[in-house]
């Protein structure tokens, strides 16, 4: 039961917009981080890219959505849809 809880707190989680639902059961999360530029001191807006799992075809494009590591699914699924963080307009 220990190794249980202790795996679930290593997964790792994100936040992002779907940008693509056209696959079946699958969804594009894009991801924005900030990150400091090593010369020039400033943040600069990175995003990248996740495939993840929908199973039940809930999300739609601009909802946020949390999504966490899981294993892998398929070539490129590696992470699964935790929640709807909040609904596109």
């Not at 220990?2 to 056209?22: C, D, F, H, N």
Request: include cysteine; proline fraction near 3%; charged fraction near 35%.
């Amino acid at each position: 039961m220990m190794s249980e809880e202790k795996q679930l707190q290593s997964r790792s989680t994100k936040v992002g917009v779907v940008t693509s639902s056209s696959p079946d059961k699958t969804i594009v999360v894009k991801v924005e981080n900030l990150v400091m530029h090593p010369l020039y001191r400033r943040f600069v807006r990175t995003s990248s890219k996740f495939m993840a799992h929908d199973e039940e075809n809930t999300c739609n494009v601009g909802d946020r959505v949390l999504i966490e590591e899981c294993r892998p699914l398929s070539r490129r699924k590696r992470w699964r849809v935790r929640r709807v963080v909040e609904r596109a307009q």
